[in-house]
């Protein structure tokens, strides 16, 4: 009678993998034979291997954070579905989807420790059998990548992907092969206790569910610094997701702004409905919630409405801009840039997506022939992005524009931003009720108007 499979937790894998990463950062290298040596019978799995002579319990190494974030991840992840390493070393095809940006470099970093593979010039990364991709389709369709993943295919060899969007981002023959698609696991309080085990050599205890639930991975490793404690690390953690979602908002609600006219009633009336959904009483497809853009001149409170409406609706904003994105060195990072702040919102669900200069990525109408192609792939790439929106549920998706007439018509189609807001330059009596509403009782006996 044959033994029953081995399991692991979470904590075990962690151990594992923080060991490899230990030894590899020391340049011992897992090498191909060694792989090999997995099928001789001396372990069953890749696992086994990572495992052997490993401790329950943690041991700080002096990692470098974002591997160990990473690597608390993906041993959830591996936890959960612990087949997925046999797969690899069974020469079959595994991708990793993985919704996160800002996760995807520091994971294959983990995974080429692991695996025993290391990094070329080109960004794919391979090594004897296996090979991990993590471009996108187009690139990867344009170089002599394509040949060489299909001749290893060919004889057996395994493929790793990465991607957030596997169906857009890997090539199809990935997909078709792909005997796993994982996804990812989410940031929750086991994550933060991997991480800080082995960083801090103790779990961080007793942190507000709904914190840890809008954290992402980058929340972890800004917030820890050398010598700090577990009380201090867990208060760091706290501030900055409220700074981060700004939660700490102090100005007015939108019951009480002044001079937004049409804007204000499209808040109040979201509010009531928000309302509803959260106590149940409505589901999310029947709020009435159509992405809209804010347009007005400069200096009419566009970026200052999306913070009150969050106040308003007492949910977290995210809020970015297109020239944030904009400011990103090449083309590969702005599209991570866009993908991140929708995959944040997505995490900190109910909440509101807010982008700034929304008429600065372009309009197709307007493109010349230079540079064409750079500015078709980021209007094309946002427009996937709204389209999304209908499966955010939870998600307000709200754009400002001091140029209405700039923007692509096509992000103004129905189900996308179909609805555009016009926001004026207050009027005499609106802005005495401004000035009035930022004085308080100072000045009380003069007239405003």
């Known amino acids: 009678m044959s033994q029953p499979e081995p399991t692991y937790s979470a904590q075990q894998i962690a151990n594992g993998i923080f060991e490899t990463i230990h030894e590899n950062r020391r340049h011992i290298k897992m090498s191909h034979a060694k792989r090999r040596e997995l099928g001789a019978g001396r372990c069953n799995s890749l696992l086994d291997l990572l495992l052997q002579g490993v401790k329950d319990e943690p041991h700080q190494r002096s990692l470098p954070p974002r591997l160990v974030a990473a690597t608390s991840v993906l041993s959830q992840t591996i936890a959960r579905t612990p087949d997925v390493l046999t797969s690899i070393h069974s020469n079959e095809c595994v991708i990793f989807k993985c919704s996160d940006p800002d996760l995807r470099e520091p994971l294959s970093m983990v995974l080429e420790f692991v695996l025993g593979i290391h990094s070329e010039d080109d960004g794919q990364l391979a090594h004897g059998d296996v090979m991990m991709i993590q471009e996108a389709s187009g690139k990867f369709e344009s170089s002599n990548m394509k040949s060489r993943a299909e001749e290893l295919i060919a004889r057996g060899g395994a493929i790793v992907g990465i991607a957030g969007n596997p169906k857009r981002e890997l090539p199809a023959c990935l997909q078709q092969l792909a005997t796993w698609t994982i996804n990812m696991a989410r940031v929750d309080a086991e994550t933060i206790s991997l991480f800080s085990k082995e960083l801090i050599g103790e779990a961080v205890c007793d942190l507000d569910p709904e914190i840890v639930s809008k954290m992402v991975t980058s929340d972890l490793v800004l917030a820890f610094r050398q010598g700090v404690t577990t009380e201090d690390y867990a208060e760091r953690l706290k501030t900055l997701v409220n700074r981060r979602l ?134 094309n790439r946002l427009l996937e992005l709204v389209d999304g929106f209908a ?59």
């Open 246 to 379: 700004n939660i700490d908002y102090d100005g007015p609600t939108v019951e009480s702004l002044h001079g937004y006219g049409h804007a204000r009633h499209w808040g109040l009336a979201l509010q009531a409905d928000l309302a509803s959904y959260m106590n149940g009483k409505l589901n999310w497809a029947e709020i009435d919630n159509g992405a809209a853009i804010l347009a007005g001149p400069p200096g009419t409170g566009k970026a200052s409405f999306a913070r009150s409406l969050s106040k308003s609706l007492n949910i977290p904003v995210i809020a970015s801009s297109v020239a944030e994105w904009l400011a990103e060195d090449h083309l590969g990072q702005t599209l991570s840039a866009m993908e991140k702040t929708f995959a944040d919102a997505q995490v900190a669900a109910p909440c509101i997506l807010f982008i700034d200069e929304i008429d600065g990525i372009g309009s197709r109408q307007n493109l010349n022939s230079r540079h064409r192609e750079y500015w078709m792939q980021l209007i």
């Open 391 to 449: 499966s955010m549920e939870g998600v307000v998706l709200l754009a400002a524009t001091n140029h209405p007439s700039a923007i692509d018509p096509a992000l103004t189609r129905a189900g996308r931003f179909d609805r555009v807001i016009d926001i004026d330059l207050p009027d005499t009596p609106d802005l005495a009720a401004i000035y009035r509403q930022y004085l308080g009782d100072e000045l009380p006996d003069i007239d405003l108007r």
